[in-house]
């Protein structure tokens, strides 16, 4: 199964952009790139895929590198309700029928 | 438009019973998929359906098994209860065009947290 890296945990300000790494070195060029994340005692939500070209929604920017290897998840301005687990997920074609695979994911702590 | 919902939202059984969670997947969702959560761990897949058929499993023993009914309601079932089965179990529905997987966006509902005592 294709394999993301992502920092533990990180911080953040209130009203100040975060930016959310991610590494994927074995990706091959029909994975897409999907983050979910996960809000305190609830389920993950959806936050934005992307395949190759950058991608805007109301929640949040994807930047992906040229190579493909790393993505960033862009948040312009953190809330407070934006501290949760965000995880990075390849999703890929073949045999693992539209599961995702999760891993840790980064923590990310939002200081008023 | 309702969302995922899931029954009971808290469990607490002892080793060796058998327990059924529930989900209703939302409005119009052809494809549900369950995973299982341990504390301060990512969701681990447990299998989807799609259509009423299993349609991918992960890596977990035939004691967990599941429903997928006409309405796209799920259960999961899982019997001979161990310790190590607490977790939260969470179902997750999306609706599929064909065998475009890689692209559909699986909405999650609160979970059902189990205790095995």
């Known amino acids: 199964d294709a394999k993301t890296t992502q920092p533990n945990s990180m911080e953040s300000n209130e009203e100040e952009p975060v930016h959310l790494p991610c590494n994927h070195s074995t990706i091959s060029g029909t994975d897409y790139i999907h983050w979910y994340r996960q809000l305190p005692s609830q389920g993950p939500e959806y936050v934005i895929h992307g395949l190759t070209s950058n991608v805007n929604n109301r929640m949040a920017s994807l930047a992906i590198a040229e190579d493909r290897k790393s993505s960033t998840l862009i948040l312009h301005r953190a809330t407070l309700r934006d501290a949760a687990v965000y995880y990075c997920i390849l999703r890929v074609s073949g045999g693992s029928q539209g599961n995702l695979i999760f891993g840790k994911g980064t923590k990310l702590s939002v200081k008023p | 438009e309702t969302g995922v919902t899931q029954s009971p939202t808290h469990l607490i059984k002892t080793r060796g019973q058998q327990v059924t969670l529930r989900c209703s997947s939302q409005s119009g969702h052809n494809t549900v998929s369950w995973y299982q959560q341990a504390l301060g761990q990512g969701p681990q897949f447990i299998f989807q359906y799609y259509r009423e058929e299993e349609n991918g499993r992960g890596n977990f023993p035939p004691r967990f098994s599941g429903l997928q009914f006409p309405n796209y309601s799920s259960e999961l079932n899982v019997n001979a209860l161990e310790l190590d089965d607490s977790a939260l179990y969470l179902c997750?529905?999306?609706?599929?065009?064909?065998?475009?997987?890689?692209?559909?966006?699986?909405?999650f509902g609160p979970g059902t947290r189990l205790t095995v005592l």
């Open positions: 997750a529905s999306s609706f599929r065009l064909h065998n475009r997987v890689r692209t559909d966006t699986q909405y």
